[in-house]
């Protein structure tokens, strides 16, 4: 995203990109190159980002969170008696919101 040839571009692209809502959809062009990366599955390289297009812009607030959704009943009973229990997502939810239920990796 940093391009030190186009500062202000690249502000403007960070600024666009942090604006999307989780699940949209983005198409993403550049050219891969060399690079150091620690926290990734592919170590050696990173994509020079040049274009950004949004695909499909998710609502910004889903019917429940895709994390909420794909743990186990077990997490959730551990958590009912603590300051923070986790919400727990019923069928009835999931079915009514199948586009979204679809997205949880224990479906995929």
Not at 57 to 64: G, Q, T
Request: hydrophobic share 40%.
């Amino acid at each position: 995203f940093r391009d030190a040839s186009y500062p202000r571009q690249s502000k403007e692209m960070l600024s666009a990109l942090q604006s999307l809502t989780e699940e949209s959809v983005v198409e993403v062009e550049g050219r891969l190159q060399p690079a150091e990366v620690l926290s990734c599955s592919q170590d050696g390289v990173e994509i020079a980002i040049s274009k950004v297009r949004l695909v499909s812009a998710a609502a910004p607030k889903l019917p429940f969170e895709i994390e909420d959704a794909a743990r186990s009943e077990a997490e959730v009973d551990a958590s009912e008696h603590t300051d923070r229990p986790l919400p727990r997502i019923g069928q009835e939810l999931r079915l009514n919101n199948r586009w979204v239920n679809l997205r949880v990796p224990a479906n995929t």
